[in-house]
């Protein structure tokens, strides 16, 4: 991404803070086992403001200040460590590369980070996400106010910077929306590939291998873990083990998004191994269908933002009743929110470089109205685990279908609409590899 897209947020970010300094801050490296650590990935806020994807640094944005506002504290060029482990911007780097009026090394922050928060008002720092960081802003604010008597003044006012930077992010960029269109489209590579591998007989991690497969080929990895689930396991919202073999009769359930400059894509796909749904499969899938339909439909500027899933549960509702699933009026069954037995979640979230991405749901006025630029899953299901009542033609049949919205001027755009979806289309897809 462009350095002039991160300056132009920070840019904005400031223009709505009193004044006052933010802090920043990278996320740590995590140990996986022993010396082995997970593959990095920054922290989606950090990163959104810098550009910055190393560990170990941490960015004050203090406008207004003389020497200029963006100051980045970066670990130090070091061959012999970066023999081992790559390469490091550095300071030098840090002012070029990421476009910092001043950097410092990490190692010094202790003792040069203090100044920068004498005699200003406001500080705007997350509390309480990485502890550890949090006592040394702790720290460092003590030493300010240790200085009081020398006529220092320490900030008196502490601001989640979360209010502001959240709220930017809920509304996507022109670059955002590229990187999105980027994200969907590999994601719609890698569901086809998995739509060709799946099989009776096959294994849930073979359809895996497929999707996550694609997205490797296109120099990328998932932006959350792959849920592959067939039979039984689509009632489990989070099955991530992928091991169970698939068999004749089954539906599965692809839960799977690939991620692109730091921008998630998250659908998903539910299909029938032979690549023919049963009777009874072929209903309740018609049922989500309609309800995804009727929920897009109210995926436009102006509307709130529960009204898509609103239309949902009166679709799948009426459709539990037509299944002989739930009895009794529509209304009632919505009012005593008996649906929930067979659909316990929401119908979306917003999607963003984090796929249940931030930005507030609600405000003062109710549940908040959408806005062209905002990014949102719109995701029905219909679960029906073995129980009672339950006819046994549809006992395990877990259905979940997703797509990932942009909100337009006039409407809304439907970033995976490639991917097959129609019973017709899902029903060719699969299979499709010998
Ligand atoms: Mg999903
Ligand atoms: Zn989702």
Redesign the pocket.
């Known amino acids: 991404m462009d350095p002039a897209t991160f300056a132009a947020r920070r840019t904005r970010f400031m223009e709505q803070m009193e004044g006052g300094i933010a802090i920043l801050a990278a996320t740590p490296v995590r140990p996986r086992n022993r010396d082995v650590e997970y593959p990095y990935r920054p922290d989606s806020d950090f990163f959104y403001l810098t550009g910055c994807d190393e560990p170990e640094a941490v960015a004050l944005l203090a406008p207004g200040r003389e020497e200029g506002p963006f100051v980045l504290f970066v670990r130090e060029r070091d061959p012999a460590k970066e023999q081992w482990t790559g390469h490091r911007l550095g300071i030098d780097g840090a002012m070029e590369a990421l476009g910092a009026d001043e950097a410092h090394p990490i190692g010094e922050i202790d003792d040069l980070l203090p100044p920068y928060l004498e005699d200003v008002t406001h500080l705007y720092y997350p509390f309480g996400r990485q502890p550890e960081l949090d006592r040394r802003v702790a720290g460092w604010l003590n030493r300010v106010r240790a200085r009081a008597r020398s006529g220092v003044r320490a900030p008196r006012v502490v601001v989640d910077v979360e209010a502001i930077l959240h709220e930017m992010r809920l509304i996507k960029g022109e670059e955002e929306v590229a990187a999105a269109r980027r994200a969907c489209e590999i994601t719609a590579d890698g569901h086809r590939a998995g739509m060709a591998t799946a099989a009776p007989g096959r294994f849930e991690y073979e359809v895996q291998a497929a999707i996550e497969t694609a997205f490797l080929r296109h120099g990328t990895t998932w932006s959350?873990p792959s849920?592959v689930a067939s039979g039984e396991n689509a009632c489990t919202l989070h099955y991530v083990d992928n091991r169970r073999r698939m068999a004749a009769g089954d539906l599965l359930l692809v839960?799977a998004?690939a991620e692109f400059d730091l921008f998630a894509g998250?659908?998903?796909r539910t299909y029938p191994v032979t690549g023919r749904f049963t009777p009874a499969q072929r209903d309740c899938y018609e049922i989500v269908l309609a309800a995804q339909a009727e929920a897009i439909g109210r995926v436009r500027p102006g509307n709130r933002w529960d009204e898509p899933h609103t239309a949902a549960v009166e679709v799948l509702t009426q459709g539990m009743v037509d299944l002989g699933l739930l009895t009794g009026p529509v209304a009632e069954l919505i009012e005593a929110e008996a649906y929930k037995r067979f659909y316990m979640h929401r119908t979306g979230h917003w999607l963003g470089m984090d796929?249940h991405d931030v930005g507030d749901y609600r405000d003062d006025d109710g549940w908040r109205r959408l806005r062209p630029g905002m990014l949102l899953?719109v995701?029905p299901g219909l679960y029906i685990a073995p129980g009672d009542g339950v006819p046994p033609e549809l006992a395990g049949i877990g259905i979940?279908i997703?797509d990932d919205c942009l909100v337009t001027e006039t409407g809304c755009d439907i970033l995976t609409e490639a991917i097959p979806k129609l019973p017709e289309a899902v029903e060719a897809a699969v299979g499709q590899v010998s």
């Open positions: 959350y849920i839960d998004g998250d659908v998903t796929v899953t995701e979940r997703e």
